[in-house]
């Protein structure tokens, strides 16, 4: 079976509802990203990022999986599939995709301010508490304050390593729905083989020039319809 590579970004979240940070109209528009989505942000004001992320929280309970979730985890009848997703959403997952790595964290989890998530690839100290709130003075087992399970700005990315293996494996390569500005995600296509054929599904032109790339100019559910069209023809 072809080991499929999906790597993922806020194009496909965004037709679920689920607001995204740079699309016109989005979040950082409405915040400013160093307040919110950076680990000075969070020593300067704990309260609003916990605040932030409630938000976001309870944004996500109400989204649903869409058309192009719901066909990515189809695919794992056919090919064996690993989704590499810079979403901190659960959609892939409650889709019925069965492994899903998450670059950024994930927006249904936190763990100790003091923990070593930023250092290391341990995740015991990592607590599910789903769509509710957590407010300043919620403490962790070892009694220091919880943190979204995010990673921010300014800090390391600690699965990138895992990413890179999984696309260095590939034997195809799908990027959806990412702006390929964020690294070190934006980088990872460059691990594929050299044989590897990539196919870019976004609505606006990505920044990739790869004589193996194909690419597909629209939305994240129109667009995995064609991909599964280009497979089917073997182009």
């Given at each position: 079976?072809?080991?499929?590579?999906?790597?993922?970004?806020?194009?496909?979240?965004?037709?679920?509802?689920?607001?995204?940070?740079?699309?016109?109209?989005?979040?950082?528009?409405?915040?400013?990203?160093?307040?919110?989505?950076?680990?000075?942000?969070?020593?300067?004001?704990?309260?609003?990022?916990?605040?932030?992320?409630?938000?976001?929280?309870?944004?996500?309970?109400?989204?649903?999986?869409?058309?192009?979730?719901?066909?990515?985890?189809?695919?794992?009848?056919?090919?064996?599939?690993?989704?590499?997703?810079?979403?901190?959403?659960?959609?892939?997952?409650r889709a019925g995709s069965t492994y899903v790595l998450h670059l950024h964290g994930e927006l249904t989890k936190v763990r100790p301010e003091n923990g070593l998530?930023?250092?290391?690839?341990?995740?015991?100290?990592?607590?599910?508490?789903?769509?509710?709130?957590?407010?300043?003075?919620?403490?962790?087992?070892?009694?220091?304050?919880?943190?979204?399970?995010?990673?921010?700005?300014?800090?390391?990315?600690?699965?990138?390593?895992?990413?890179?293996?999984?696309?260095?494996?590939?034997?195809?390569?799908?990027?959806?729905?990412?702006?390929?500005?964020?690294?070190?995600?934006?980088?990872?296509?460059?691990?594929?083989?050299?044989?590897?054929?990539?196919?870019?599904?976004?609505?606006?032109?990505?920044?990739?020039?790869?004589?193996?790339?194909?690419?597909?100019?629209?939305?994240?559910?129109?667009?995995?319809?064609?991909?599964?069209?280009?497979?089917?023809?073997?182009?």
């Amino acid at each position: 079976m072809k080991k499929l590579v999906i790597l993922t970004g806020a194009g496909v979240s965004a037709e679920s509802g689920f607001a995204t940070f740079r699309d016109t109209g989005g979040l950082w528009e409405q915040y400013d990203v160093n307040d919110v989505a950076s680990i000075e942000g969070w020593y300067r004001n704990r309260k609003l990022v916990l605040d932030f992320y409630n938000q976001r929280r309870a944004q996500l309970k109400d989204a649903r999986p869409n058309e192009a979730h719901l066909a990515m985890a189809r695919l794992e009848k056919d090919y064996k599939v690993s989704v590499i997703t810079q979403n901190v959403d659960n959609l892939h997952e409650r889709a019925g995709s069965t492994y899903v790595l998450h670059l950024h964290g994930e927006l249904t989890k936190v763990r100790p301010e003091n923990g070593l998530y930023d250092r290391t690839e341990s995740e015991a100290e990592v607590i599910d508490v789903g769509y509710r709130p957590v407010h300043l003075g919620d403490l962790a087992p070892n009694g220091s304050q919880l943190r979204p399970h995010i990673v921010f700005f300014g800090e390391a990315v600690p699965h990138i390593g895992k990413a890179i293996d999984l696309v260095e494996e590939a034997d195809i390569l799908l990027i959806v729905g990412s702006s390929l500005q964020v690294y070190p995600a934006a980088g990872l296509y460059r691990y594929a083989p050299n044989d590897c054929p990539i196919y870019v599904i976004d609505p606006k032109p990505v920044p990739i020039a790869d004589p193996r790339v194909t690419l597909i100019t629209d939305v994240a559910t129109k667009g995995m319809i064609r991909f599964r069209e280009l497979l089917s023809s073997g182009k």
